[in-house]
């Protein structure tokens, strides 16, 4: 694997950020619709307080990108995050940019963030997402049956969770 760069998002990368999120793939593996205008992909990059918005460079361009949320506005969740997203481009599947993308939002909420607990939901049909998860240290916490349509069928959402320190629950 070529060796990944992080930096956050910028607007010079909405083409490819808009390619990404209209690829099958991603679309396959999220709530989105593939006929997404290029406003969506700003709108979905744009800054927010309490969200982190990397991308992941390849070979000069944008290989992926990936999104945690963390919520400074509430005092209770202050210790939490959420991987929102992660996304391969097409053209760099295959290559681990999304385990490493994984790594790099991790190394951010122990490093960084000091947030002891990260949450995220993942179809139950994405086996090889939900084994590297499983390989980061996430836990599956519950299940959203048919949550989620799927061609002619449904697919359960798996909720996920990584702990750090002492849980009281």
Known sequence: MTILKFRAVEERDL??????LTAEH?????????LADMEMARKRMAPEPGVIK????RDGGVAGI??????????RKWHSGELDLVAVHPDHRGHGVGAA????LLRLCDDWLGLQRVELMVWASNVSAIR????????????K?????????YDDACLMARFKGQ???
């Open 66 to 75: 990936g999104v945690l949320v963390t919520y400074p506005g509430n005092p």
């Open 54 to 57: 990397i991308a992941a460079m």
């Open 145 to 153: 049956r048919n949550y989620v349509r799927r061609g002619s069928g």
């Open 167 to 169: 849980s009281n629950g």
């Open 26 to 34: 991603v679309c396959r593996g999220t709530m989105r619709l593939p």
């Open 101 to 104: 993308i994984c790594v790099e």
């Open 132 to 143: 590297l998860y499983e390989r980061l240290g996430f836990e599956l916490e519950g299940t």
């Open 15 to 20: 083409p490819e950020i808009h390619r990404i």
